[in-house]
């Protein structure tokens, strides 16, 4: 019979862990053993994107269909490895301390902790009103599916070749595509928010067919909502290579833009769904395509630039995004809910 607890070491950092043969992911039978392990591999890759970054933990004691919560302040029961930072919650009037994953041995501490998703912050702990990236979340509304994100993932990626920036997509891990935007540089949420709800709003007014940029959900159906509030100092967005408590433990994963034409062109959402392992080997064959995210210098443009960079976005792409609402569509259930 199996314990259910023992003591590891990782890295010369004495842990407990527990119940590692609990299902997690029934439908997979995936448990909290492969939790653990996925995310110990992943870590070289992973850990950069999480250092100094405020964690918030999303987790799911009873596996992913039953509840979860999520954790903001740091347990107290925490080992006294664990790193910490203070910050200020405006909503709660009082100081906050988040847990930093600094390492590997809180990476898999917090995944004992059954954390299956990491969610953090645009901006580092130590300069927390200073985003270190733009991102844009593109939800796209049934029947609408991540194909069609896909051609509004394009038409971000145009308008910021107008501008002369670069920027690298990830799926979510669970229905839609994400878009980042490396900045680096000495910018403020105050600058950064207001610059993407206005590209949403343009993409939305050029193609107002197929995307919406306002937050009612009475709008989306069947159109991709380009979510610029994430780019706020109090919001999270999940990280990139965390796992998503969806069916099956697939991951956020970085993706090229040649994998996101493909997709768009075949009108194939099931071509942008990567399991934990899928993602590994990804890893071992790629190397991190996110890399330059936190590497990247760029300069925020004036918002007053942005229509003339987004005049007349390309149109000849629109045939694929169609056709694959078409395919959406005709999707059996189990299709569609294996591209979910």
Not at 180 to 190: I, R
Request: some cysteine; charged content about 25%.
């Amino acid at each position: 019979m199996a314990k259910t607890s023992e003591t590891i070491d990782i890295q010369g950092k004495q842990l407990q862990v527990s119940n590692l043969e609990k299902v997690l992911y029934p439908e997979a039978g995936f448990t909290k053993g492969q939790v653990i392990d996925y995310y110990v591999r992943v870590a070289p890759v992973l850990l950069p994107h999480l250092r100094g970054r405020p964690l918030t933990m999303k987790r799911y004691p009873n596996g992913v269909t039953g509840m979860h919560f999520y954790e903001k302040n740091c347990p107290t029961h925490r080992p006294q490895w664990v790193k910490t930072a203070p910050i200020w919650s405006e909503g709660n009037n009082r100081w906050m301390d988040y847990c930093l994953a600094q390492d590997l041995p809180t990476l898999v501490w917090a995944a004992n902790l059954d954390d299956l998703e990491l969610h953090t912050s645009l901006s580092l702990a130590a300069d927390i009103m200073r985003p270190t990236v733009l991102v844009f979340d593109l939800d796209p509304g049934p029947p609408a599916d991540i194909v069609l994100c896909c051609q509004v993932g394009l038409w971000l990626r145009q308008i910021f070749e107008r501008l002369g920036l670069e920027c690298f997509p990830k799926t979510s891990g669970s229905k839609g595509l994400q878009v980042y935007v490396p900045l680096n540089t000495a910018v403020t949420y105050d600058q950064t928010k207001p610059f993407a709800h206005e590209i949403a709003r343009i993409i939305a007014r050029q193609h107002a067919d197929l995307v919406v940029s306002d937050m009612k959900k009475a709008l989306r159906t069947g159109k991709v909502f380009v979510d610029w509030s994430q780019n706020d100092d109090h919001k999270t967005t999940v990280c990139v290579y965390s796992l998503r408590a969806k069916d099956r433990p697939t991951v956020s994963t970085p993706v090229s833009w040649a994998e996101v034409e493909r997709a768009l062109k075949k009108a194939d959402p099931g071509a942008l769904v990567f399991d934990s392992e899928k993602a590994l080997q990804r890893v071992e064959r790629m190397g991190d395509l996110f890399e330059p995210v936190l590497k990247l210098k760029q300069k925020l443009p004036k918002v007053s630039e942005l229509e003339a960079a987004a005049g007349g976005l390309t149109r000849g792409l629109r045939r694929g995004a169609k056709s694959s609402k078409t395919a959406s569509d005709k999707a059996t259930p189990s299709a569609q809910r294996r591209a979910s």
